[in-house]
């Protein structure tokens, strides 16, 4: 009796581990990557990763990490259980993958707005125009500019933007070489800085600088 009781607990444990060790292992997972992750606006990167168990014709949602209803982008996997999808955010977004119930470590991409500047009439006693293009739009919203004298600030000012377009009127006092540098800041991007080359102003005859 002892033996048939013995015979039947080995048969439980041995059905109990073959029955425990598929379901172990068929946890869902998906992966995620960024073929790059600082874009200047209108730049895109490629988001790949891989499904496991791998398996073909499955749908990944690149989604928003803040809020994983709101799908960023879709794509399907290839027979190996792999995935390649284009992004071109507009903002800095942290972004998961998400395969049915799985979802990827979050993967952040930084994006930085793209300023232009430009440096003109620049002329002894006179106003020198600083004007340039922000992208995407900011109505309403204000670029730093500076206007410099060899390595320090002379005059600076905020220009408001009209669209994407901005421009600033700053004197120029001093002959010397100068040059312009615009920065903007916002919650939504990467802080933006370019420089405009240098303009020479020269002593006029009969002046002293």
Known sequence: MSGRW???SSLAVVIGLGLASPAAAAADTVTLNASRTALEF???TTLSGAIEPAAGGQTVDIVDAAGPTT???STTTNGAGQYSVDMTPERNVDVRARWGAALSSP????????????LQNVRLFGDALVSGRL????????VQVALLRGDSVVVREDAALDGTNYEAELPVLRPGRYRARVTFHDADHQPAETQTEGRRVKTPPGLSQ
């Open 135 to 142: 992208e995407p739009a900011h109505p309403g919203q204000q």
């Open 107 to 118: 993967v952040a991409l930084r994006v930085s707005p793209r300023l232009t500047a430009h």
């Open 71 to 73: 799908v960023l982008a």
């Open 6 to 8: 013995a015979i039947a």
């Open 42 to 44: 209108g730049q895109s």
